[in-house]
């Protein structure tokens, strides 16, 4: 499976954006697919997952409220609405696809360890 990220840019607080995700093979081999970011010299954190059957959605505490995944599992894209932007989550965001049986060993959504597939990131910038 094969990811591409996309839809990143500048936008100033308090705009939106739209991220994409699109995988290059149908979703039935995955289970869960995520979004997680990197800021300037912070660690990967996570931001938000879906799972593709029941469509179930988790958040990171930071984006609730202001961000929301959803997924077309007909164009096998995930998407990350982004609303009310704030220059700390200016970050590269990464999409991320996992697989049964690694979800078997790390169970928690938010762990990194969990996904078996990422894209190669898009720049979010945020000004002041």
């Known amino acids: 499976v094969q990811l591409q990220a996309s839809g990143g840019g500048l936008v100033q607080a308090g705009g939106s954006l739209r991220l994409s995700c699109a995988a290059s093979?149908?979703?039935?081999?995955?289970?869960?697919m995520a979004w997680f970011r990197q800021a300037p010299g912070k660690e990967r954190e996570f931001v938000a997952a879906?799972?593709?059957?029941?469509?179930?959605?988790i958040y990171a505490d930071s984006v609730k409220g202001r961000f929301t995944i959803s997924g077309d599992k007909a164009k096998n894209t995930v998407y990350l609405q982004m609303n009310s932007l704030k220059p700390e989550d200016t970050a590269v965001y990464y999409c991320a696809a996992d697989t049964p049986p690694t979800r078997t060993i790390y169970s928690a959504l938010t762990d990194d360890r969990g996904y078996d597939y990422w894209g190669q990131g898009t720049l979010v910038t945020v000004s002041s």
């Open positions: 879906i799972r593709w059957s029941g469509g179930s959605r």
């Open positions: 093979e149908r979703t039935f081999s995955t289970y869960h």
